[in-house]
Structures are given as C-alpha cells and as structure tokens.
C-alpha cells in the first residue's frame, strides 16, 4: 500500500461518459435506488466478492488496516457503511481491538443475508438503514468506513452529510469510491453507478466538515497508472493541514 498522490484525476473524456452508466440520470433519486436494491439482490451483488478477488482489491484491502495506513487500533465504536456482503467488515473484525463495537447495515436484505452467511461471528451488529438517513444517534462512532457507497448517490453531501453527523469529533472516515477514468467508467457500468474526479469528491468532503488526510494507493503501479479507485482517509473537523 503507498501513500503517495498524483495529480487530480480529469474529468471524463468522451468516449469515458459513453461507457458510464446512465442509470442515476435517467430516472428519480427513490426508483433508482429501488433499481440499485434490486441489483445487487441479484447476480451482481452475488458476484460481487468473486469481482473484488478477481480485480485484487479483496486481497489487498486488508493492508489498508495494517499499522501506519488506517490503522483501526483505539477505535472503540466503528460503522461499516453500506457494507455489503461484509468484505470490509470482517477485515475491520480481525484488525480492531477486541473489544471494539462493529456496527454495519446495507440498503440490500440479501446482502446482510450474505454477510450473516459469510461472517461466523456475533461481533457485527448488522442492520437494513439508508446511508442518507441513518439510525442512529449524532457523534457515535469515532470511526468509518464507507467502500464503494458514495458512487451510488447523485450528490456525495447526501451521505457524507450523515456520516459527519453521526462521527464524533475528529473521528476518522475510509472513503473507497469509483473514479473517473476509462476503467472507473467499465465499472460504472457494470454496477449502475458513476465516478467522482477528486476535486469534486474533497470539495464535497470539505463541505460537510470531513478533511482529506491521506490518500492510498493499492500499489505503486495502481498510482502511476490511475487505476484501483480513489482510497482516502479523512477527519471529522480537521485542521486542513493534510489534503484539504
């Protein structure tokens, strides 16, 4: 895992807006949802940890919790956001403190079904919650973890708005979302979302009161070629002095 950055991604080209997704533009925020809902109860939330491992980023993902990345350490109180079939989940169950609460929930039924299946632990406390209206009270988590969520929303303030409510001062917030490129465009397609250029996603991150800290990278070829998505760790009120 490497930490260095690059410049701002471009927007998309051309023949990028060809191949995204149209599937958030053509229709109303409450039946795209129920369209995305759909989706991923289907084959493509079934195939979706096949497509992670494929991809690398399931195999790699667990570097981001080691010590000096995102470390979970001292985290007592942490949510999966949109949590899927549990990826992150069980990652953050094996590298948290023992005693550390893990709370996640997914818009989807089926896939809590699959991380109940696929996670043979009483630790996660799951359940079915929006990520632009969540249950649960302000300031009660120091930490968050919100991977390939963001994507889904027309406007990112939608969910980046809840999560800053419910993280408590200078809590911390993993963001893993799809970038505008040729390959963050493929993607698009295939899971029915779109992409953010990272002036765009900072800019909304900074506008709800969560700053840049870090930004990831899966590996040094990843960066130099723009590949794997945007990975970011950002604060709840921070001082500005890292990314912005």
């Known amino acids: 895992m490497t930490t260095e950055t690059i410049p701002p991604t471009r927007p998309k080209g051309t023949l990028e807006r060809i191949i995204a997704s149209k599937a958030a533009e053509r229709q109303n925020f409450d039946d795209y949802r129920e369209e995305i809902q759909r989706h991923y109860d289907g084959v493509a939330g079934a195939l979706l940890f ?4 494929v991809s690398g980023h399931q195999p790699m993902a667990r570097r981001l919790f080691r010590s000096g990345a995102f470390d979970l350490q001292g985290a007592k109180d942490i949510l999966d956001a949109g949590c899927g079939a549990g990826q992150f ?3 953050a169950l094996d590298c948290a403190d023992p005693d ?3 709370t996640c929930f997914d818009f989807s039924l089926e896939m809590l079904r699959r991380l109940r299946r696929r996670i043979d632990s009483p630790r996660p406390m799951p359940g079915a919650a929006d990520i632009t209206r969540m249950p649960y009270r302000d ?3 120091d930490c968050v973890i919100c991977g390939w969520v963001l994507e889904h929303l027309p406007d990112p303030r939608l969910g980046l708005r809840e999560i800053a409510r419910v993280l408590r001062p200078h809590g911390r917030l993993l963001i893993l979302t799809t970038e505008s490129s040729f390959f963050g465009a493929i993607t698009s397609r295939l899971f ?3 992409t953010y250029c990272r002036d765009e996603l900072r800019e909304a991150c900074r506008d709800v009161g969560l700053y840049w800290q870090r930004e990831y990278w899966w590996t040094r070829i990843h960066r130099a070629l ?3 998505g945007i990975l970011v760790a950002a604060e709840k009120n921070g001082n500005g002095n890292g990314l912005g």
């Open 50 to 53: 096949a497509a992670s491992f």
């Open 100 to 102: 550390a609460k893990m």
């Open 89 to 91: 989940t069980e990652m």
């Open 139 to 141: 300031a009660s988590f």
């Open 192 to 194: 029915k979302c779109r």
């Open 226 to 228: 723009g590949l794997g």
